[in-house]
């Protein structure tokens, strides 16, 4: 089992930034992949970047391309979501989620951070 706690949520004004962290604990040695997801009422759960715990590339939605950030910090057992230029329209619900070594499906999910973005 993983362990996530999201923070670092808020309310920003549009073009403003925030910085999401996620805090992984448990079998952190189980970890393959941490992704971001956001998710507003009503609609879908939309993934936003993912990272390989140990090494290897980023990957970015094309809608948060050059504006947002994902890194991981092994040492903290942290990943962490820069988010620059905030539009009102991402004013989500953000998710971390883990995707473990031995499946290809995101298993752990944290609870969750509310990013409000305003005009």
């Known amino acids: 089992q993983v362990q996530l706690v999201e923070s670092g949520g808020g309310l920003v004004q549009a073009g403003d930034s925030l910085r999401l962290s996620c805090a992984a604990s448990?079998?952190?040695?189980?970890?393959?992949?941490v992704g971001w997801f956001r998710q507003a009422p009503g609609k879908e759960r939309e993934f936003v970047a993912r990272?390989?715990?140990?090494?290897?590339?980023?990957y970015y939605a094309d809608s948060v391309k050059g504006r947002f950030t994902i890194s991981g910090d092994k040492a903290k057992n942290s990943v962490y979501l820069q988010m620059n230029s905030l539009q009102p329209e991402e004013t989500d619900v953000y998710y971390c989620?883990?995707?473990?070594?031995?499946?290809?499906?995101?298993?752990?999910w944290g609870q969750g951070t509310q990013v409000t973005v305003y005009s």
């Open positions: 990272v390989p715990w140990v090494t290897g590339y980023t």
């Open positions: 989620a883990v995707q473990p070594i031995t499946t290809m499906n995101y298993e752990y």
């Open positions: 448990g079998r952190t040695s189980s970890i393959y992949l």
